[in-house]
């Protein structure tokens, strides 16, 4: 879906910094189909400092294999270098990290890591980074009535229009548990935190 909206998709490789107004709106939803796409047998996916615990039911029915999948939670500096060593390594090929906004030196750090040994980094803030910063990709990203709006601020090639996108509903465990059985029940989609 919104490899179409972009014109070609994700970047294959590098900082993809999603801006957001604060974390947990579907942010996750939105990049988890890039994520299952770019992982071969052999490589992990690092999820650093996610703002809750992250539901391992939800990474299946999203295509990861949670024998692969490495959550990090550790101070910023300390997570930072073991996102770039992680990216360096050759063993993780998609990388996810939710924090506060990059420093130039970071960002550069993570970017020439990333697109040297072909990683795509994609970076959650809820404040608005340096306009300069080495990414290869920027979107803005609110909340909208059926799913979220997205503001390309920065990507390689020509200019992308704001955009919508319909997320799935999310519906609790309580509704899950206690509707009726329908054959709609089965496409339900399950929290990514818990």
């Not at 294999?65 to 959550?71: A, F």
């Not at 340096?130 to 799913?147: F, K, Y």
């Not at 799935?168 to 339900?188: G, L």
Request: proline residues 8%; positive net charge; glycine residues 6%.
């Amino acid at each position: 879906m919104i490899d179409e909206k972009l014109d070609g998709g994700w970047p294959e490789s590098g900082v993809v910094e999603l801006q957001l107004p604060c974390f947990g709106i579907g942010e996750l939803r939105l990049v988890l189909p890039a994520i299952a796409h770019a992982l071969k047998d052999t490589q992990l996916v690092v999820f650093a400092s996610p703002p809750g615990d992250l539901n391992p039911i939800a990474l299946r029915q999203a295509k990861l294999d949670l024998n692969k999948v490495v959550i990090l939670n550790a101070s910023l500096p300390s997570t930072l270098w073991c996102v770039e060593q992680a990216l360096k390594s050759g063993c993780c090929r998609a990388a996810v990290l939710w924090g506060k906004s990059l420093s130039v030196t970071h960002a550069r750090r993570l970017q020439l890591a990333a697109t040297e040994n072909d990683c795509l980094l994609f970076m959650f803030t809820h404040t608005k980074s340096t306009q300069g910063l080495p990414i290869s990709c920027r979107l803005a990203v609110t909340p909208s009535e059926n799913g979220l709006t997205v503001n390309v601020v920065k990507r390689r090639g020509l200019p992308v229009p704001p955009f919508s996108l319909t997320l799935p509903a999310v519906y609790s465990t309580y509704a899950r548990h206690n509707a009726p059985h329908t054959d709609s029940a089965s496409t339900n989609v399950i929290p990514l935190f818990r």
